[in-house]
Each structure stands twice: as structure tokens, then as C-alpha cells.
């Protein structure tokens, strides 16, 4: 894909209850995309494709073979990448909820969409009208004006649980589920009930996706080698580091690194508009 134009926007004081931010890509027609893969980052996205459609690619044993996703699309919660590849001009729009941010607006479990899409046919006006508005600050209006009306009729949000989210998001996934549960005054199978239902992830499976996702905030920060990082992540040494890096996005850190693309780049948690989201009290 060709050199990405990518932009972060803040929602609407009322929406960033739920909403971490908007998000708009844009690229030229490249000659040759290859596919990319997009890693985890432990939030939920409703994604609107502008532009030319994009493939999801798939491999097994025998085969590879890919599939058109569709132009509107409420993205679930992932804890593996996914690889695709752009067929031509890339103009997308994004809505990042904060990681239990979906739950309110959509009221169904969100573990029935983890590491999946769901069309989302019913937004094709707001589809309509992103398209026929090409700068950013006109589509964010357009955003708001759809999403405030939608989330007033949102379930009201359950102020414990968004405090136990935060825990797991400001300790970069370094938490027990065990002090997790205390915390809230719960067992542990209730609170993996709860996080499965309003995250998409049980609170073990999530905590791993923070710690992973913080690799890249400290690696673009910090240059010291895999050892250190490892360490001050949370992982037990290097070779446990490697062998969870390599489990989420098929490949090793350093190759990662080495022949990372455009797309990879801009979805991971060097830098956040937010910062530290979903830290309500």
C-alpha cells in the first residue's frame, strides 16, 4: 500500500463514555498491495470502507484463498491478527469503543463476535453521507450526530465494571485475574462471565492482548533489546515474550519489526489519541 495518511479525531464529550475515537485512512491506489496483518489491540471497532473493498486473506494446510469484506462492519474483539489486502484506494473511516464501550450501544454478547466482523447493513445512510463529505471535520460531524442519537438509548453503564476494565488497561495487562475479582467483590467465573459478555475477552485472554500491545508503545520509545522490553512487560523472559508474540501475529518480534506495514503500524498502541483510555471513575 502506498505511504497512509492516518488521523485520530476525539468524539463528542457525551460519546467518550464509550467512544475512544474516530479514526480516518487514507491512501493511494498501490501497484502491487501485498497483505498486511492487523494485531490485536483489545478494543472493539465499527469500521466504514469508503474506498475500494479490501480482502480478507485466510491459509491452512492446503489452501490460501481470501474474501471480500464488507464496506460496513462492526469489528469484534481480537486476540490473533488478521491479514488483509487493500484492492485499490483506501479511504476508511473508524469508530474505536473503549474496550466495553460496544456493550451499551449493541446489547449482545460480545464473545459471539470475538475474533469475527458482523455487516452492519442498517448504517448505509451514514455510509452514504461519509462519502459525500471528504473532509475530516464534516465526517466527525456526521459521526456524532449518528452515535449521540444511538447511544441515548444505550443500556446505563456499570460503573464497577468499567473500573475493573481500567485496572486491566493502566497495568498494561500485568494483573491477576484473582486481584482483578477481589477488587470487584466477585468470584472468578463471574468475572469471567462479565468481561466475556461486555469485553469480547475473558479477563486473562484480554490482559494478554494490553501486555502485547504495550511492546510497541515501549519499542517505539525505548531501544534497548527484546530482553529488557520483555521483562518490563510483564513477561517472564524472553523466551516466553517470543513464543506469546509469535502465538498472536504468526511471526518473531524482530521480523515483525523489520518488514512492518503500513497498516500494522498505525493500528497499535505506539501512540493514542486517548492515552490511557477508559479510565472513567
Not at 467518550?16 to 472493539?44: H, K
Amino acid at each position: 500500500m502506498s505511504p497512509a495518511s492516518y488521523r485520530e479525531v476525539l468524539p463528542a464529550p457525551p460519546l467518550r463514555r464509550y467512544v475512544e475515537c474516530y479514526w480516518f485512512l487514507r491512501a493511494r491506489r498501490a501497484a502491487a498491495p501485498e497483505p498486511q496483518p492487523i494485531l490485536p489491540d483489545g478494543c472493539m471497532e465499527l469500521v466504514l470502507n469508503l474506498g475500494d473493498p479490501f480482502r480478507r486473506c485466510h491459509e491452512d494446510s492446503r489452501n490460501a484463498w481470501s474474501e471480500e469484506q464488507p464496506s460496513r462492519m462492526l469489528v469484534g474483539q481480537m486476540d490473533h491478527h488478521v491479514t488483509v489486502r487493500a484492492t485499490g484506494t483506501v479511504d476508511v473511516v473508524g469508530v474505536r469503543f473503549h474496550p466495553s464501550g460496544a456493550h451499551p450501544l449493541f446489547r449482545f454478547p460480545m464473545a459471539e463476535l470475538a475474533n469475527e466482523l458482523m455487516p452492519l447493513e442498517d448504517l448505509a445512510a451514514l455510509h452514504d453521507r461519509l462519502g459525500s463529505e471528504s473532509s475530516t471535520e464534516e465526517r466527525k460531524q456526521a459521526l456524532d450526530t449518528v452515535l449521540t442519537a444511538r447511544f441515548g438509548n444505550a443500556a446505563a453503564p456499570d460503573r464497577d465494571f468499567e473500573r475493573a476494565v481500567s485496572s486491566v488497561v493502566r497495568a498494561e495487562g500485568r494483573i491477576s485475574v484473582d486481584a482483578l475479582a477481589a477488587g470487584m467483590g466477585v468470584g472468578t467465573r463471574q468475572l469471567e462471565r462479565r468481561f466475556r459478555e461486555r469485553v469480547g475477552l475473558g479477563p486473562k485472554r484480554f490482559a494478554k492482548v494490553l501486555r502485547f500491545q504495550s511492546v510497541f508503545r515501549r519499542a517505539f520509545l525505548d531501544e534497548r533489546p527484546w530482553a529488557h522490553l520483555a521483562l518490563d512487560c510483564g513477561y517472564y523472559d524472553q523466551s516466553h515474550f517470543i513464543r506469546e508474540f509469535k502465538s498472536i501475529t504468526g511471526r518473531s518480534p524482530s521480523a515483525l519489526f523489520t518488514n512492518e506495514s503500513a497498516l500494522t503500524r498505525v493500528f497499535t498502541r505506539r501512540r493514542r489519541l486517548s492515552g490511557s483510555y477508559n479510565t472513567s471513575s
